[in-house]
């Protein structure tokens, strides 16, 4: 799909616009190092109720008084007083501003396209994320695309794609006479994107076939795309609006040697007529499954002539008599610095993954709280939430849209960490072990948490029955839009290879007696391996799982055995006589990529572990948080129990069946709190914009309400005419 | 949802108007029983060559030419010479009319509704589907609804219930003067549609709370929509085009007394205006998910009055003088009775499911074919068909196609067999055995099938990268149009509970001393439970498992298992003092609702054995077919080994590890027959309607061209005039 739908070169955004007197408040920044972001201090009550209205009177009320914790308090622990302050701030603006009234009925593709655009001018004119901001707690990046992405999150991407990422990447790769065109970005008076996926490659980058050749005479580019095949796709904004594009085409001087993939700003369409320039094909690639609001494009170039000054030549130039300089010797290191991190797009993904289970679980809890259907007798029908199999589909999500949303953060919190030890030098050995650390996580963290929302939106749906199905419950519109979260940014099957490799180097490294110490603690546990390989499951009845620390046991063992197992297959193969390449492909199902997703469960089992028994967790707030915490580690971990018993970890009837009757107690458990713990992290309802999730629990006023809106819902079809012209049966029918 | 989006009490259709004269030839179907659907003779070459044209030449050839066997012979056996004649016959006439040519560019909802009503229409006139030709083979019935469905499923959907099931229930539920309703259904004079669902009941239809009330003075009833939750709502073509509705409601006499749910036929539009008659409310619920060819809707009624003779009086009257009269002495009977069985519904969705297999594996796997990315040096980039990875996703789907595939048209065949039988009342307490039967395997079927499609479409899309993720895919209108299978005609997990209670029963009249003689056999095996529980898993190398002999073994310990597990769990349930609702309720996760899934999927495996095992397999095709087999049965198992273990079926490290590895490796054998098979089964590409999967495997420029065919592509937008008017930054930012 291209990586580029998002962004890329990113890395040292948010604060690629730093320098000379920022840099002495990153410092501060760095020094006194950032917070746990879930684990908040607690304001006043007139405060907490200041920030956090009272939840509406109705059907679902039953449930509320049955919560065992007070909602308000854990929303304020887990989120924050500025986080709540500055969110509330961005929503009553939006509600409040006609140009972001939620339309009713179906919207076309070009006037969606126009809304968003709409919309991220008024976002620029609102200007919420401000520099200051930003110094003050850099988290704020994080609040303000959760923000509006929960709104759409075609928003955010467009906006920051827009007014953010295009002049990022100008001022860190290019040169000063670049950076009129990034103050032009700032302004919106062109529109930036970034062209690299072709039509023919997406992940493999370093075959892409857009050339630009050096011509000494005029001292100029000639950018071509050879063939359909090396066609730009997939580009955001290229669609419809973007007047700039930073193209990655292979460099090639007028000896004919390749130097390799470099960044080119080019001007695409006028600036004041956004028609296209001469020599350029650029257009629409037309509906998509999802995030419709982005006006994703092609591009194609035919011997178009640009300056030597377009050429981003921080990794590589070309001088005006044609000879390639570069800064770099090992044209490796050179191509990975021209793509910059990737992990940045990632680390994003994983938190529009955590607002996609903030919106698909609290309408499938509030729905099933709400529906009633069967009962005891004929006459007295109970709550859907109520059934087993209801609590058993819906409430392992809510355990999960908990540790995700703990992860989320944390994982953006060392992210922001390393970008400013980056931009200000500091410890470069810690800095590259906490880089390659981030992206064994990152490249782990995006397929579980875009699957876990995958499949958590399809489970909602499909716990919601034929009401889900409507579109007005918005199960479509995330669905579409979380979907290309599996794939863009590396598709998820081919970046857990990622993951497997750093875990391996890990083994390899520790069976060479270095240590493993990284950074964010991910993998130090593999020291222990040899100790950890001898435990067995240890619980005799089902309430001893209600600790998670039995399941964060098991899933130690796991990650050692399968890193082993993986550790052998790779062994094996290689000597079969396999070369490397083979030899890791042919060690994937079942081995490596296993390995690469039960390392992340475990992480987000540890972090999420980590913080529930943190000592500064209020006593009212613990119990429930813990269930959750050993309701996400059991529920996860018995899809590995077939590999527990394979290794000896378990064995006999009872470890399956304490490990399965504890979840199902646990949901029951949980049921009770359900309703409040959804309401701690849902969205107000203009934010939500379901008819079958508002706050208030009245699904049938509100879904028939949001029927009666369609717009022509009672009229007769414009076309009612075709009824009067009757068929003759039979009148057309040839041979058959 | 709603049951009735696709049809009801459609019980003896297709054979719903035979009668008299047609009753000889029924009998000589039933008299010669229907041979096997997918064991079918070998015409002439010449015969194949004119059926079956040659495939275009293009760059996925080298995968057609490692094929093992060859193509067309497979088609051929497993399709029938009289099904491709009558499917090339429909396809051939639909691709020349204009009416049926594919759009460009996204489509509006209202455009898609006359789209589908205009073809609607035509199909009547095409008249494909003849009593004269169900007579002579009643598959023909499943062709034509796979031929029209595979174009598009809206369309098969809303023609059967605009021409068929109106008139046939009317004909099997009504009297002599209902009859000109049906013969005007016939003729599109009128169109009918079926209310049962309200808004708060949809699962729970005894609970249904719309009221026609008899009022012995004007000898009318009065029919009366109560609140908004009792709107009917969900019924397919009562959104804009159904004048008639047979619509369900609780019969009161002026007594007081309520006589429970019954059929009346109500007219709601006026018959030339389309404009809804007085008292009436009816309208359109929207944008769904899926299928927004069909125009779904929304009904209440305020107090309007219809004649007596509008009730469909088989199962119960009220004569004049208002007085109820019924010849059903017990009301759960007559309940029964008036909602018919559902199970022609179900079969119908198995159908649809294999129908969306047959369109998203042949996609991927043509693309995968296609597709190159990385290799083992720089510049020799393979085929990602080649990668154990993409092999591993793709493969089992394509196995389990053919697996569904046999198993949806024997399965119909089953059920055309009962209704031919109950028509001709043949052996009534074979057939109650039989419908007893069937119900159980449609209630466990339709979920299984509904959501391996889901799943294949999704596994599918993600294979295709962000290609997949295009409209021109393919890929998101058929993931929205099976969304729906998961819900209507019974949640997948509500009706899972029919075939968990069936097997019990079994269970229970087994100790009681009664041999299990099931008419499709598929719970026979259970009589041997006791022998097969001491069974142990046998083979000692991957190639062992080669024989789906192996996994079949597996899967009847598994079922033996899990029946007795279920079983002991409900009475320990019971016995704690819990009611029967209670501890049915309670004893599902983990527990009933696995035990109706692995039934199922060994019913599944058994036929696919049966059929691949016939003596009349053609040697050529049988070792592919053989592999097949073998690897959908251990895929499925894969997923149950925790309990294999648990159960002491396995033990020790190398049962799983076995069965991966040959999972593994009979992906990488048959990776050189993936595109011959998908040929086989993959309709013509007018049909498919897929940029990716044509069948000429050309990619990149097909989907290219169709991204050059939406309109407006390289147009500036309508809206270009925003960019001029660019957003001053900060200048409405307010408090923050």
Redesign the interface.
């Known amino acids: 799909?291209?990586r580029h739908?998002l962004v890329n070169n990113e890395t040292l955004w948010p604060f690629a616009a730093c320098a000379g007197d920022d840099i002495p408040a990153l410092n501060v920044l760095l020094v006194k190092q950032l917070p746990h972001p879930c684990i908040n201090a607690m304001p006043d009550k007139r405060t907490i109720d200041e920030l956090i209205p009272d939840m509406p009177v109705g059907p679902i009320d039953k449930y509320r008084k049955s919560a065992t914790f007070d909602w308000k308090q854990m929303k304020m622990f887990l989120e924050g007083e500025d986080c709540i302050r500055?969110q509330n701030?961005?929503w009553d603006?939006l509600e409040k501003d006609p140009l972001f009234a939620r339309s009713v009925?179906?919207v076309?593709?070009?006037e969606m396209?126009?809304l968003v655009?709409?919309r991220v001018?008024?976002l620029?004119?609102?200007?919420?994320l401000?520099q200051e901001k930003l110094l003050e707690n850099p988290m704020v990046y994080l609040w303000f695309f959760s923000a509006i992405g929960l709104y759409d999150w075609a928003l955010p991407t467009k906006f920051l794609l827009s007014t953010q990422f295009f002049g990022g990447t100008i001022r860190s790769s290019g040169s000063k006479h670049h950076l009129d065109l990034a103050d032009q970005s700032?302004?919106?008076?062109l529109?930036g994107s970034f062209s690299l996926?072709e039509?023919?490659?997406?992940?493999?980058v370093?075959?892409m076939r857009t050339t630009a050749t050096f011509d000494p005479e005029t001292k100029d580019f000639i950018l071509n795309t050879p063939d359909?095949?090396a066609?730009k796709i997939?580009m955001g904004n290229v669609g419809?609006?973007a007047t700039h594009s930073i193209v990655y085409a292979q460099l090639y001087t007028a000896d004919g040697k390749c130097h390799g993939l470099h960044m080119f700003v080019v001007q695409i369409?006028d600036t004041?007529?956004?028609?296209?320039l001469p020599g350029i094909?650029?257009?629409?690639?037309?509906?998509?499954?999802?995030l419709n609001g982005l006006d994703n494009g092609?591009l194609m170039f035919n011997n178009v002539r640009i300056p030597r000054q377009s050429l981003l030549n921080k990794t590589g130039d070309v001088t005006s008599a044609g000879k390639y300089t570069t800064p770099f010797l090992d044209p490796e290191k050179k191509f990975g610095a021209s793509l910059g991190t990737l992990s940045g797009g990632r680390v994003g993904i994983v938190s529009v993954c955590a607002g996609n289970l903030k919106i698909c679980v609290p309408i499938a809890i509030r729905y099933s709280a709400a529906?009633?259907?069967?009962?005891?007798t004929?006459d007295k029908?109970i709550p859907v939430l109520e059934?087993?199999?209801q609590q058993?589909?819906l409430i392992p999500y809510l355990a999960a849209m908990y540790a995700i949303e703990i992860f989320s953060k944390q994982f953006m919190k060392y992210y922001l960490e390393l970008n400013i030890g980056t931009l200000l030098k500091s410890d470069a050995v810690y800095l590259a072990e906490l880089g390659k650390e981030l992206h064994a996580v990152a490249c782990s963290s995006k397929p579980l948490t875009s699957w876990l929302a995958?499949d958590a939106i399809?489970e909602c749906?499909?716990a919601c029955?034929?009401?889900?199905?409507?579109?007005?419950s918005r199960?479509?519109e995330i669905?579409?839009d979380n979907?290309?979260n599996?794939?863009?940014e590396g598709?998820?099957?081919v970046i857990l290879q990622q993951t497997s490799n750093y875990l391996l180097i890990c083994r390899e490294n520790k069976q060479n007696g270095v240590q493993i110490t990284a950074p964010m603690k991910t993998v130090n546990f593999l020291n222990d391996a040899d100790t950890i390989l001898k435990w067995k499951f240890q619980a005799t009845t089902a309430v001893q799982c209600y600790d998670a620390a039995i399941a964060l046991a098991a899933y130690k063992w796991l990650v050692c055995y399968q890193l082993k197992e993986s550790a052998d297959k790779l062994n094996k193969e290689s000597s079969s006589g396999k070369?490397g390449?083979?030899a890791r492909?042919?060690s994937?199902?079942?081995f490596a990529?296993s390995l690469a997703l039960m390392f992340i469960e475990h992480t987000v089992l540890q972090w999420f572990y980590d913080c529930v028994n943190d000592p500064a967790v209020p006593p009212g707030l613990a119990p429930v948080l813990k269930k959750l915490c050993a309701l996400y580690g059991l529920w996860s971990l018995?899809k590995h129990?077939?590999?527990?018993?394979?290794?000896?970890y378990?064995?006999?009837?009872d470890?399956?069946?304490l490990i399965?009757e504890a979840?199902?107690q646990l949901c029951r458990i949980l049921k009770d709190d359900a309703v409040a713990l959804v309401d701690v992290i849902a969205p107000r309802d203009f934010i939500l914009n379901s008819a079958l999730g508002k706050a208030d629990g009245e699904i049938?006023?509100n879904?028939?309400s949001?029927?009666?809106k369609?717009p022509?819902?009672?009229e007769?079809?414009?076309?009612?005419r075709?009824?009067?012209?009757?068929?003759?049966?039979?009148?057309?029918?040839?041979?058959?």
């Open positions: 799909m291209g739908l500055y701030e961005i603006l009925g179906t076309s593709v070009n396209r126009m655009f709409q001018k008024r620029s004119e609102y200007y919420f401000t700032d302004r919106m008076e529109i996926t039509l023919s490659h997406g992940s493999n370093k075959n359909i095949e066609t997939w419809k609006t369409r004041k007529t956004l028609l296209p094909m650029v257009g629409d690639i037309g509906h998509k499954l999802g092609f529906r009633k259907q069967f009962g005891p004929n029908e059934y087993q199999l058993w589909r995958r399809q749906r499909e029955g034929g009401h889900g199905y409507l579109s007005v199960f479509g669905r579409g979907d290309a599996t794939t863009y598709d998820n099957n070369d390449f083979e492909n042919d994937q199902a079942y990529r018995e129990m077939a590999t527990l018993y394979q290794g000896g378990m064995s006999g009837r470890p399956a069946r399965r979840i199902v049938y006023k879904i028939f949001s029927i009666m369609t022509k819902v009672m007769r079809p414009d076309w009612w075709e009824f009067c012209n009757k068929p003759v049966q039979d009148s057309l029918r040839g041979k058959l």
